[in-house]
């Protein structure tokens, strides 16, 4: 009689082995009523069943995984395998190639087609991917790109197994011939070409600047930007993030004087209007990938201004102490008042007073330092001559006001100045898992001054109602950088707390009645958004390539299911189509931020304060470490760690 396998509950006959003391499912196309235990290494596990089957040579064949990626297994990579897992039966990684690269050079079309279909399959496993390039796959590949014979389906295989080959960082892009970025070159340049073709393009393209300085010449000739913008105003989504993804990529590898110019003709293009209307204000939401594409442009954009933020102003320079003249002539002289500049040349020390000057007799000494050197007085002439009145009506409200209460606009504009540098990171280099792009800067071409302008209001908003003085702007700025939002939060609160009605005895007593009801209810509230479960990304070195993987609590919170997806999620994601558990009573701790394992390794990625605060991990027994990084800042690990503590409590 036959019986299900014990381990995959199918309906045949299977080896039952085991690997560094791991169960696994072996899976071949043959069956037989065979049922063994082996333990070894990964060639005599392998020889069990080739033996068994009868099949020849054991070096012919390889272990691969059943599901999921289907990764074929190594001996460097067999310490990964879970137990239980279910393995195939499948023939080596060499033979696989070997056979691959021989139909693919074949004349049948169908038979080519199907290889490239498979080929594109395997491209992503890093061991296939080291044997087919090894037999100059890549060359085949390239040539058959090159001749502009292969078409629709076949053309978007063949570039899917080209970049998924690439990515693997074996060959070196150097290699990439003109006459291959031209070809690729003239899919994104054609009005009506296929969609994943497209997609692919686009992506080669990419990483064709970001890999190689000699390269992004090559490509930067052969592509406008102009034709990039183009694919901003269709509906697909993909289409859009490949070409904002190309246009940033262009954009960081330009060198310094063609940013500029290449900054003026995107305006020239009207990219940001273009980019607020159809790809922010589109239709279907943002997803990951796009957040992240709007993000690196929003901070390139900004780092154009870094080299005004660190130029000091030089005192000698007239053109630059005509601007300080431009300042106090439009807050002080009339405009129909031709006199009014000789009658006030004497007054100019008193004037500059007025304005907020730290130095009242050289103003022009308050901008050598950096950041935010010229930067600072560039943000002050903007506000004087777009928004005049306001300028104005800041600087006279100031100079009415008692001298101790008056609020110093040059010296708040400087800071104010230097604090939006280190808050939106001008100067910095993109940091690989941020999503943090803000539409209000795609509303307006001077976006950055624009947004100064509404904050200098707001500051001095807020010094009249604080009724502020000159000697807290210190006391007040230092205080401020040394505390967080939460910690902020938390001394407001602590304050309200501290007043006398809530020390009230009735406050006190009814406080603590409710307080363990309270507990049980936040308690709660965690474990169910544990069981509703999270999306979270899996950063890769292509960030194109990038899956997405959901974790979740069972509903008797018991077990952790977690498991990859193609796409994020719209809603739940179901149990079964999670393929990993943790059993919570394992788990031993969840640490945050720079204690976790995936933060203590080094990486390519730029790693910053911000992607500390949003990691954690879950330790769990033996040894083993499920790694997280929370989508944003209000998914946070602080609220996680509580949550899977209070189930692993319940569960003990």
């Known amino acids: 009689m036959r019986r299900p396998c014990f381990i995959c509950r199918r309906s045949h006959f299977c080896t039952v082995s085991r690997l560094q003391g791991v169960e696994m499912c072996l899976l071949c196309k043959s069956t037989s009523p065979e049922r063994r235990e082996e333990r070894g290494d990964t060639e005599s596990i392998i020889d069990g069943p080739v033996t068994g089957w009868s099949l020849s040579g054991s070096e012919q064949f390889a272990l691969r995984y059943a599901d999921g990626p289907q ?10 395998i879970k137990n239980g897992t279910i393995l195939r039966l499948a023939i080596s990684p060499a033979r696989a190639a070997r056979q691959l690269l021989e139909r693919i050079q074949s004349h049948g079309i169908d038979a080519r087609l199907e290889a490239l279909k498979e080929l594109a399959k395997l491209s992503a496993d890093p061991t296939f991917a080291t044997e087919f390039i090894n037999m100059e796959g890549i060359g085949t590949l390239a040539r058959l790109v090159e001749s502009g014979t292969h078409f629709g389906e076949m053309l978007a295989f063949t570039l899917t197994a080209f970049l998924e080959l690439m990515d693997h960082g074996i060959v070196s892009w150097d290699l990439i011939s003109l006459s291959f970025i031209k070809q690729i070159a003239g899919y994104v340049n054609q009005p009506m070409v296929d969609v994943s073709i497209l997609q692919r393009s686009l992506a080669i393209l990419e990483s064709m600047v970001l890999n190689s300085h000699s390269l992004y010449h090559r490509v930067a000739q052969e592509i406008t930007v102009g034709q990039l ?3 901003l105003q269709v509906s697909n989504q993909e289409i859009q993030t490949y070409a904002i993804a190309l246009i940033n990529a262009l954009f960081l590898k330009a060198p310094e004087d063609r940013r500029q110019e290449m900054a003026s003709t995107l305006a020239q293009k009207h990219l940001r209007s273009i980019i607020l209307n159809h790809v922010i204000r589109g239709n279907r939401p943002i997803k990951a990938e796009m957040a992240h594409q709007l993000y690196v442009l929003q901070v390139l954009t900004f780092n154009l201004l870094e080299e005004r933020m660190m130029t000091k102003m030089d005192p000698n320079d007239q053109a630059q102490r005509d601007i300080i003249f431009e300042l106090r002539r439009i807050a002080f ?11 006030r040349k004497a007054m100019y020390t008193k004037d500059y007073k007025m304005l ?6 050289n103003p022009a000494m308050d901008f050598t330092q950096t950041p935010p050197g010229m930067l600072a007085l560039d943000n002050m002439l903007y506000l004087a001559k777009v928004h005049q009145d306001t300028y104005i009506r800041i600087v006279l409200e100031n100079s009415s006001r008692e001298d101790k209460h008056e609020c110093p606009f040059g010296r708040c504009a400087i800071e104010l100045t230097r604090m939006l540098c280190e808050i939106l990171q001008v100067g910095e280099l993109p940091n690989e898992g941020c999503n943090d792009y803000h539409p209000m800067f795609f509303t307006h071409d001077r976006a950055w001054e624009e947004f100064f302008c509404v904050c200098i209001q707001l500051l001095n908003k807020t010094w009249k109602e604080m009724r502020a003085t000159a000697e807290d702007f210190n006391k007040l700025k230092n205080k401020l950088r ?13 304050e309200r707390m501290s007043q006398d009605d809530f020390q009230s005895p009735p406050i006190i007593e009814l406080r603590e009645r409710i307080q363990p009801e309270i507990l049980e209810l936040i308690k709660q509230q965690r474990l169910n958004r544990l069981c509703e479960g999270s999306c979270f990304r899996k950063l890769g070195n292509r960030r194109r390539q990038e899956k997405f993987w959901f974790c979740r609590l069972s509903l008797n919170h018991k077990v952790l299911h977690y498991g990859d997806l193609d796409e994020s999620p719209q809603g739940e994601v179901p149990f079964e189509l999670l393929s990993d558990k943790i059993p919570v009573s394992d788990i031993k701790s969840v640490v945050t931020g720079k204690d976790c394992p995936h933060m203590k390794e080094k990486s390519a990625l730029k790693q ?11 330790l769990y027994d033996p040894d083993e470490t499920l790694n997280f990084v929370a989508p944003n800042k209000y998914e946070t690990p602080g609220d996680f760690s509580p949550s899977v503590c209070d189930a692993a409590r319940f569960v003990r």
């Open 71 to 80: 990764l074929y297994i190594t001996e460097q990579s067999r310490g990964e």
């Open 229 to 231: 913008i183009g694919h």
């Open 333 to 343: 002289d009339g405009e129909n008042d031709p006199t009014g500049t000789e009658k």
């Open 356 to 361: 907020g000057f730290t130095n009242h007799v």
């Open 482 to 494: 040394g505390l967080n939002y939460s910690e902020i939060l938390r001394l407001r609160q602590s």
């Open 608 to 618: 910053n304060k911000e992607v500390l605060e949003l990691a954690f991990s879950v």
